[in-house]
């Protein structure tokens, strides 16, 4: 049986106009090491149901291939500070484990899953580290083109996305703290919050 794994996502997404150009981030809280952006061509496929029963409940499925997590995903519905994030191995790509399936059974019913979405991202990643090297977030710097696989719609556009890492502070208070003081320096850079909960979510217009 494939292994999954399972974390809690913790982070936020912002709108970003095409030119807008990242801000320093070294000396917010215990920031004090910033990495050299990596880059990684992400393609992830989603799957739902014909009429998006998953997307309907906050549940999305997909297939990524390219960058470290690659694989079959299952995003839960977010809880009051993340979201818990599945993890399976990609295997051929095509077909989700039945583990996979066996995690969605309450929410997928009898429905049959169909791939609903296309999402292809070139994502900059910079890794935000403390003094002693632990990693505390990443910052993703996302140029996204999406493909509606149902209706044929498409669209493009860039948002960055900050996600805490294992080396995050160990209280909520803190975390918050974190996240709200590189939140001002994006926002001061020029980002908006993000107008939508998820890639998936803009790419079927819901």
């Known amino acids: 049986m494939a292994q999954h794994h399972t974390q809690l ?31 990684a061509e992400l393609v992830a496929v989603y799957y739902d149901t014909a009429d998006l029963r998953l997307a309907r409940q906050r549940v999305a499925v997909r297939a990524r291939r390219g960058g470290s997590d690659e694989g079959w995903h299952v995003k839960l519905p977010p809880t009051d500070e993340g979201r818990p994030e599945l993890h399976w191995p990609l295997g ?28 292809t991202n070139r994502r900059d990643t910079t890794l935000l580290k403390d003094a002693a090297g632990f990693e505390l977030a990443e910052l993703c710097d996302d140029h996204v083109r999406s493909e509606n696989l149902r209706t044929g719609a ?37 980002a908006r919050p993000s107008a939508s909960s998820s890639k998936l979510q803009r790419a079927l217009g819901l």
Do not use: H, M, N
């Open 92 to 119: 051929d790509g095509e077909k989700p484990p039945a583990e996979l399936l066996e995690t969605i059974r309450e929410e997928l019913g009898d429905g049959v899953l169909v791939p609903v979405a296309r999402v």
């Open 9 to 39: 996502e913790i982070e936020r997404k912002y709108d970003v106009d095409g030119d807008l150009r990242p801000p320093q981030l070294v000396g917010v809280g215990a920031i004090a090491v910033e990495g050299e952006p990596e880059s």
């Open 154 to 190: 498409s669209d493009a556009w860039r948002e960055w996305e900050v996600e805490l890492l294992s080396g995050a502070p160990d209280s909520r208070e803190r975390r918050t703290a974190l996240l709200d003081g590189i939140e001002a320096e994006l926002l001061a850079a020029g």
